[in-house]
């Protein structure tokens, strides 16, 4: 028995080429950059939030310290997305 898929198969993974303008590519980092902050903040936010309201209950702190870290990660994870990409 074959295991491998056949050609015709519909479960096939089709992988698209790398484009070739720059413009494109440069907005595809940019995008993933900006998600990696934009998520870092929000779950640094909601973390301090959390520990806020169930935990502490020393109100503007919390949050103020969760936003920092999650500006500090998602400026780690920037730094090392750029460092990955080619030149």
């Known amino acids: 028995m074959n295991a ?3 050609n015709d198969s ?3 993974f089709i992988r698209m080429a790398p484009s070739q303008d720059p ?4 907005l595809g980092q940019a995008m993933r ?3 990696d902050l934009l998520a870092a903040l ?19 702190w919390g949050v103020a310290v969760g936003l920092v870290l999650g500006l ?13 990409w080619e030149n």
Do not use: K
Request: charged share 15%; aromatic share 12%; glycine share 14%.
């Open 42 to 60: 929000i779950v640094g936010g909601f973390l301090g939030w959390l520990i806020d309201s169930y935990v502490l209950d020393s109100t503007p």
């Open 4 to 6: 491998a898929p056949s």
């Open 72 to 84: 500090v990660a998602g400026i780690r994870n920037a730094y090392r997305a750029a460092q990955r």
């Open 10 to 12: 519909p479960c096939r």
């Open 23 to 26: 413009l494109f590519a440069g």
């Open 33 to 35: 950059v900006g998600t």
